[in-house]
Structure formats: structure tokens, C-alpha cells
């Protein structure tokens, strides 16, 4: 029988999951990279920041989330339009191997996934074809032996981001056409909000905060009766961010910049708040092209994927050091942030 710890803070595709006895290790935490042109994903060790274990799945995997006890990792797999339908891998992380596959809707493709922080659902939003509507989000029901999809909740359009509130009352998911759309996890009621953001985004733990990639970084509050923009932060050049991480305290935020192949660091003095600064040390140079970021449940080190290549960039989240550069497969995708609150019992 599964116990259900603290809650769960969601990242996309890039996975920590925390699964050694205590005192074997400093961080007792793995990256889970999803590879969309390897189909595979890499197990990296946080500790020795070596690749572990190398796991076949699906066609063209895009993102990856666990359960609150990072029992099981749910990888979802786009597969190709108009040939291979989408689906999703279910990875136990005791024995690193593929324990079932949950087949999305049949011509539908997932872009990314998140569970719940009572570990009962997954989330996985779909489209047709590539930035094709009809578009839903998919639920998976992650209880059933084997996980299935059991609802198909419509969406505007074509999405891209998704992340549960720290509650789980609430999931949210951002569309191509700079939406941010708002599901009532328990009525399935969708709620469009427009210009607020089209790519990436992270919440806070305290699930009163989102920062979100619209140009620059957007700080949302989502204690109001409506998502209400607080502060917009813009860093010049033509940066654009693709992946948003926010640290476990909530007072530090991690954002990549495909374009210019670094990661910018912002400073959020006090939680809520509205007054958020970059970092003097930012820019961060990464690899090639960056798309997903995350941090350990520790709040120590941060994990990039560089999508045009073929590793991942592991920061000092405190010193902003680069401490290691693996290989991975090709193209680790690695969208939003899925952090694991679960900590290793002895």
C-alpha cells in the first residue's frame, strides 16, 4: 500500500526522485531525462552525477513525472503524427525497468505530463498532430492495475506546459495561443485566462506564486479570483525562456534560454513577493540549446537538459558552479520542472 508523504511540486521531463537509504549518499536524489530521439530515458545519480541506468520506452519521449514516494516514473511519449500514437511509460524505480504502458487516446499526441500530490492521477495534455487541435487533457487514473486513461477533458488550444497545484485542486496548462488554462481537478470545469503565458512555467511550494516564460519571466499570483500578473521581468536581447524551475524555499528561479544557450537566475526576496531581481551571477552558460530545468528536493543542484545536444548541465544551485556535463541520449528535451518533496527513509 502506497503512504502518501508530503506534496508533490511538479516539473516537466526532467524527473528528481529521491530513492537511497539515509546516510548512503549527500542528496539521495536521480534525474529522470526523457531523450525524444533516443526513445529512451537516462537515470542520473545526483550524487556522483554519472548516468546509472540508460531505459527503452515509447517513441519520442517529451516529459517525465513520479509519484509523491518516487515509487513509479511516468514518462510521456509523443510518437508520430499521423503514424504512432501517443503513449505513456511507467517506470518502477526500484527496478529501473518499464512495468506497464497507458495508451493515450487513439490519434492523439502527449506533450508533457504531471501527477498529483496525492499520486492518484496523472495528467498528460494531447494534441492531433503537431500544434493541431482537437486538443484534451488526458487523465490517468494511476490507481488502476494497469494505470488507463479514464477522462478526456477538452482544451482550446494546442498545449504546451503542465503543472498541479501544490493541493492538487488545481491543474493548470498553457496553450500556443498564450493562454493559461485552469482545470477544477475535482468538476473538470475549464477556465481560459488569455495573455498570460504560452510556454513554460514553474509554482511555487506555497502554490501562490507562478513564474511564467511569456518573453521574459512573468510573476503571477494565483491567490486572486483571477490569475493577476504582479511583475514582469525582461532581460534584453531577445531572450527567450524555455524551461522555469523554482527552488523547494521559493526564493530562487531558474530560467533557460534556448536561444543564447545559458540560464538565467532570478532572486525572489521573500515569498509572496513581488519584488524579484536577476542574480548578479546570471547569465549561466549551458549547453546546447537548454529546454527543461529542474531542482533537487534539497534545493542544492539543478539539472539542464540541452536540447540540441546530447547532455545535461549540472549546476551548484548556491554557487551557480558547473559541476558536471554527462551524456545522455539525443535531444533531452526535458520540458518544466517535476520536483519530488519525498525524502528516503532509512
Not at 540508460?54 to 511516468?74: H, K, M, N, Q
Amino acid at each position: 500500500m502506497r503512504q502518501f508523504l508530503a506534496p508533490l511540486v511538479l516539473v516537466p521531463a526532467v524527473v528528481i526522485v529521491t530513492h537511497h537509504a539515509v546516510g548512503a549518499c549527500t542528496n539521495c536524489s536521480s534525474a529522470v531525462i526523457a531523450n525524444q530521439s533516443s526513445n529512451n530515458v537516462s537515470v542520473i545519480d545526483a550524487d556522483s552525477h554519472t548516468v546509472t541506468h540508460t531505459i527503452a520506452v515509447g517513441t519520442s519521449p517529451r516529459g517525465a513525472a513520479f509519484t509523491p514516494e518516487a515509487d513509479l516514473a511516468y514518462v510521456v511519449n509523443y510518437g508520430v503524427a499521423f503514424s504512432v500514437d501517443g503513449s505513456v511509460s511507467v517506470i518502477s524505480t526500484a527496478s529501473w525497468a518499464v512495468t506497464s504502458t497507458v495508451a493515450l487516446p487513439a490519434g492523439t499526441h502527449g506533450v508533457n505530463i504531471a501527477v498529483n500530490p496525492q499520486g492518484t492521477q496523472a495528467y498528460v495534455p494531447t494534441e492531433t498532430a503537431l500544434s493541431t487541435c482537437p486538443c484534451a487533457l488526458s487523465v490517468i487514473d494511476t490507481m488502476a492495475s494497469p494505470p488507463v486513461v479514464i477522462r478526456n477533458i477538452s482544451l482550446p488550444s494546442p498545449p504546451k506546459h503542465v503543472a498541479v497545484d501544490p493541493k492538487g485542486m488545481k491543474i493548470y496548462v498553457s496553450d500556443i495561443s498564450n493562454n493559461l488554462n485552469v482545470i477544477n481537478a475535482a468538476s473538470h470545469a475549464v477556465t481560459t485566462y488569455s495573455g498570460l503565458t504560452g510556454g513554460a512555467f514553474a509554482i511555487n511550494p506555497q502554490g501562490n506564486r507562478m513564474y511564467a516564460a511569456s518573453g521574459g519571466l512573468k510573476i503571477i499570483d494565483l491567490t486572486t479570483a483571477s490569475p493577476t500578473v504582479v511583475q514582469t521581468l525582461t532581460f534584453g536581447g531577445g531572450v527567450g525562456l524555455s524551461g522555469v524551475a523554482v527552488t523547494p524555499d521559493g526564493r530562487r528561479v531558474f530560467g533557460t534560454d534556448q536561444s543564447h544557450n545559458n540560464m538565467r537566475v532570478v532572486d525572489v526576496p521573500c515569498s509572496p513577493c513581488a519584488s524579484a531581481t536577476e542574480n548578479g551571477a546570471s547569465p549561466l552558460v549551458t549547453g546546447l540549446s537548454p529546454m527543461g530545468v529542474a531542482v533537487d528536493p534539497t534545493g542544492a543542484t539543478v539539472f539542464v537538459g540541452n536540447y540540441a545536444g546530447t547532455n545535461v548541465s549540472i549546476f551548484d544551485a548556491n554557487t551557480f558552479l558547473l559541476l558536471a556535463q554527462p551524456n545522455v541520449g539525443t535531444n533531452p528535451r526535458a520540458l518544466g520542472k517535476f520536483v519530488s518533496s519525498f525524502m528516503a527513509q532509512p
